[in-house]
């Protein structure tokens, strides 16, 4: 409903303009703070002051005197509060809010015939996913997922690096050693295992003879010299590398859940003869200079100091070179790119764009997500020796401080629940992985954050658990009224829920496909997060003030429809965000 009173408030607002002389072409509509009871407000009277030679409270006034509500559905009136012009809602914005909470797709916005290719994660195939890198695939799920409920065509793409120095190592190193060369594994699982090769293989290219080494490094050349040259026994010598630690580390993300329509690997750019094409047109470049045994891409005109390196003296492509290949092959294939990237990648992503530019692409359609990397409060992560903290083993310890909490708490409260240890361990579940995604997705990307168990998983302030239990509260009150998926034949008019909260609980429910908009338009998923809160917090009160189960005819009938509303609010808002919506807690 959101949105169409904005469309209404835009049309009004530009006919007033335009019947007393002013231009229409910034209508100056936003959110009001949180003590204007208005849904929209416009601010266009301190633009129009200079030219109208009136203070700004004098001109919001004149445009609030011209704006004609006849024909409009959901604005009420409009007063104003010193310069700026406030619109409210009429009856009917709640009536329809209600009503359209009654759908589970709630919020779900109206599809756009646009396509859009999300990248994400897209971490190198050499061992299991850390937690350093966990921020990119959280973030990249939600992302997607916001697109797809703003009503995009949407693909989750992981790019896998399968040409580069570290999976010729790999293979090198795996074809090499045996298994009584390596530790025991650190869990049962693919990467778990292959990663031992990597990590033994590093050590030997540090540690043993020269003699020894310069005979690796010649293998290792050779590996990446066939990927280049697209031999075939190479590529499937190196794919058996690739595939077998991307099967393992797709286990572990399925875990968050983070789910790709497309495992894209870069030597497809290779074998396909793009990235030579894209060599030849950058070589034909006036920016394009050989120096220092390398071909590279002078990008100054673009404010970038930092040459592009894009073919080395013996005729090898780099990652950027094949990255090339690859987004002109996204351009031909969706119509919007966004890719997710950490903070370390972005020289890489701003020399990507200019030589895109150059080579004649439309970079607009391309958007990056730059991220800062999480940390625990212990300090900084590294993988390259093993010395990290894994996502796995974050992910097992969530669920268990989760089972930890709910025990507690249901020992508190001198109560057994009827829920089966099945029941116990799904609740744990959701409410763990839940809670370590919501508090990282809940920031905003650039931020560098600390990961704190006790944030996390507090279930009094605002985290997941705090958002998890407004669900399994609204499920309960409508399975004590048998009512759990019943949606009665008339529906009660709006007018029925007159006290403040219930008011407060529909506007903020009316708020949902705003912020999906706004979380889609912007890329800012923690967006919804913070919506998440607002409505929590705005069922909170009305849990607080207006009983449901005691209430009698269609007062009662009204707020059921307002808990059911609440109830589609809550699960497709925190499934955006990759959250469960438990039943119980």
């Given at each position: 409903?959101?949105t169409?009173?904005?469309?209404?408030?835009?049309?009004?607002?530009?006919?007033a303009?335009?019947?007393?002389?002013?231009?229409?072409?910034?209508?100056?509509?936003?959110q009001?703070?949180?003590?204007?009871?208005?849904?929209?407000?416009?601010?266009?009277?301190?633009?129009?002051?200079?030219?109208?030679?009136?203070?700004?409270?004098?001109?919001?006034?004149?445009?609030a005197?011209?704006?004609?509500?006849?024909?409009?559905?959901?604005?009420?009136?409009?007063?104003?509060?010193?310069?700026?012009?406030?619109?409210h809602?009429?009856?009917?914005?709640?009536?329809?809010?209600?009503?359209a909470?009654?759908?589970?797709?709630?919020?779900?916005?109206?599809?756009?015939?646009?396509?859009?290719?999300?990248?994400?994660?897209?971490?190198?195939?050499?061992?299991?996913?850390?937690?350093?890198?966990?921020?990119?695939?959280?973030?990249?799920?939600?992302?997607?997922?916001?697109?797809?409920?703003?009503?995009y065509?949407?693909?989750?793409?992981?790019?896998?690096?399968?040409?580069?120095?570290?999976?010729?190592?790999?293979?090198?190193?795996?074809?090499?050693?045996?298994?009584?060369?390596?530790?025991?594994?650190?869990?049962?699982?693919?990467?778990?295992?292959?990663?031992?090769?990597?990590?033994?293989?590093?050590?030997?290219?540090?540690?043993?003879?020269?003699?020894?080494?310069?005979?690796?490094?010649?293998?290792?050349?050779?590996?990446?010299?066939?990927?280049?040259?697209?031999?075939?026994?190479?590529?499937?010598?190196v794919?058996?590398?690739v595939?077998?630690?991307?099967?393992?580390?797709?286990?572990?993300?399925?875990?968050?859940?983070a789910?790709?329509?497309?495992?894209?690997?870069?030597?497809?750019?290779?074998?396909?003869?793009?990235?030579?094409?894209?060599?030849?047109?950058?070589?034909?470049?006036?920016?394009?200079?050989?120096?220092?045994?390398?071909?590279?891409?002078?990008?100054?005109?673009?404010?970038?100091?930092?040459?592009?390196?894009?073919l080395?003296?013996?005729?090898?492509?780099?990652?950027?070179?094949?990255?090339?290949?690859?987004?002109e092959?996204?351009?031909?294939?969706?119509?919007?790119?966004?890719?997710?990237?950490?903070?370390?990648?972005?020289?890489?992503?701003?020399?990507?764009?200019?030589?895109?530019?150059?080579?004649?692409?439309?970079?607009?359609?391309?958007?990056?997500?730059?991220?800062?990397?999480?940390?625990?409060?212990?300090?900084?992560?590294?993988?390259?020796?093993?010395?990290?903290?894994?996502?796995?083993?974050?992910?097992?310890?969530?669920?268990?401080?989760?089972?930890?909490?709910?025990?507690?708490?249901?020992?508190?409260?001198?109560?057994?629940?009827?829920?089966?240890?099945?029941?116990?361990?799904?609740?744990?579940?959701?409410?763990?992985?839940g809670?370590?995604?919501?508090?990282?997705?809940?920031?905003?990307?650039?931020?560098?954050?600390?990961?704190?168990?006790?944030?996390?998983?507090?279930?009094?302030?605002?985290?997941?658990?705090?958002?998890?239990?407004?669900?399994?509260?609204?499920?309960?009150?409508?399975?004590?009224?048998?009512?759990?998926?019943?949606?009665?034949?008339?529906?009660?008019?709006?007018?029925?829920?007159d006290?403040?909260?219930?008011?407060?609980?529909?506007l903020?429910?009316?708020?949902?496909?705003?912020?999906?908009?706004?979380?889609?338009?912007?890329?800012?998923?923690?967006?919804?997060?913070?919506?998440?809160?607002?409505l929590?917090?705005?069922?909170?009160?009305?849990?607080?003030?207006?009983?449901?189960?005691?209430?009698?005819?269609?007062?009662?009938?009204?707020?059921?429809?307002?808990?059911?509303?609440?109830?589609?609010?809550?699960?497709?808002?925190?499934?955006?965000?990759g959250?469960?919506?438990?039943?119980?807690?």
């Amino acid at each position: 409903m959101f949105t169409a009173f904005r469309d209404e408030v835009a049309g009004a607002l530009a006919e007033a303009l335009a019947g007393a002389g002013y231009p229409t072409d910034d209508l100056g509509i936003e959110q009001p703070p949180p003590d204007v009871p208005a849904v929209l407000a416009s601010s266009v009277a301190f633009r129009l002051a200079g030219e109208a030679g009136a203070p700004p409270p004098q001109v919001a006034g004149e445009i609030a005197d011209a704006v004609d509500l006849a024909g409009l559905t959901y604005v009420g009136r409009v007063e104003t509060r010193g310069p700026y012009v406030n619109f409210h809602p009429g009856e009917a914005y709640f009536d329809a809010t209600l009503e359209a909470g009654q759908d589970e797709a709630f919020g779900r916005l109206d599809a756009r015939e646009e396509s859009v290719v999300v990248e994400h994660t897209s971490a190198n195939p050499t061992g299991p996913v850390h937690v350093g890198r966990a921020r990119n695939p959280i973030i990249g799920d939600a992302v997607a997922n916001v697109l797809d409920f703003a009503g995009y065509d949407v693909e989750r793409h992981y790019y896998v690096n399968d040409a580069g120095r570290q999976m010729a190592v790999f293979t090198w190193a795996y074809e090499t050693f045996d298994e009584a060369d390596l530790p025991e594994p650190e869990r049962d699982r693919a990467e778990y295992e292959m990663v031992r090769y990597y990590r033994k293989g590093n050590e030997f290219l540090e540690n043993a003879d020269p003699d020894e080494v310069e005979a690796a490094e010649t293998e290792i050349a050779a590996i990446m010299r066939g990927l280049e040259e697209g031999d075939e026994a190479t590529y499937e010598r190196v794919s058996e590398v690739v595939d077998t630690v991307l099967a393992g580390m797709r286990e572990c993300l399925l875990r968050l859940p983070a789910e790709f329509d497309e495992f894209v690997k870069e030597t497809r750019f290779i074998r396909d003869g793009s990235t030579d094409e894209v060599v030849d047109r950058l070589r034909d470049l006036d920016e394009s200079v050989y120096e220092e045994d390398a071909w590279q891409l002078d990008l100054e005109a673009y404010g970038i100091e930092k040459r592009l390196v894009f073919l080395r003296s013996d005729g090898t492509s780099l990652y950027t070179t094949r990255d090339l290949a690859h987004h002109e092959w996204k351009f031909e294939n969706f119509d919007r790119a966004v890719t997710v990237l950490g903070e370390d990648h972005k020289l890489q992503a701003d020399q990507l764009r200019a030589a895109l530019d150059l080579l004649g692409d439309d970079v607009s359609q391309l958007s990056n997500v730059i991220y800062s990397y999480v940390n625990l409060p212990e300090g900084k992560m590294s993988t390259r020796r093993g010395t990290g903290v894994n996502l796995d083993d974050l992910l097992d310890e969530a669920v268990a401080r989760a089972r930890e909490e709910y025990e507690k708490r249901a020992e508190d409260r001198l109560r057994e629940d009827d829920l089966t240890e099945a029941d116990v361990e799904r609740i744990a579940e959701q409410v763990g992985i839940g809670a370590v995604r919501y508090d990282i997705v809940s920031k905003q990307p650039t931020k560098s954050i600390t990961f704190r168990w006790e944030e996390a998983l507090d279930f009094e302030a605002q985290s997941a658990p705090y958002v998890q239990y407004v669900h399994a509260r609204c499920c309960g009150i409508l399975d004590e009224a048998g009512e759990a998926g019943a949606v009665p034949d008339r529906l009660p008019d709006a007018s029925t829920l007159d006290a403040a909260e219930e008011r407060e609980l529909l506007l903020t429910l009316a708020r949902f496909e705003g912020a999906v908009e706004r979380a889609a338009d912007e890329l800012e998923p923690h967006r919804i997060a913070t919506y998440t809160r607002e409505l929590a917090e705005a069922f909170n009160a009305f849990y607080r003030e207006c009983p449901v189960l005691r209430a009698e005819g269609e007062r009662r009938e009204a707020r059921l429809a307002l808990v059911r509303a609440s109830r589609h609010a809550v699960a497709n808002a925190l499934g955006l965000l990759g959250v469960a919506a438990p039943d119980s807690m």
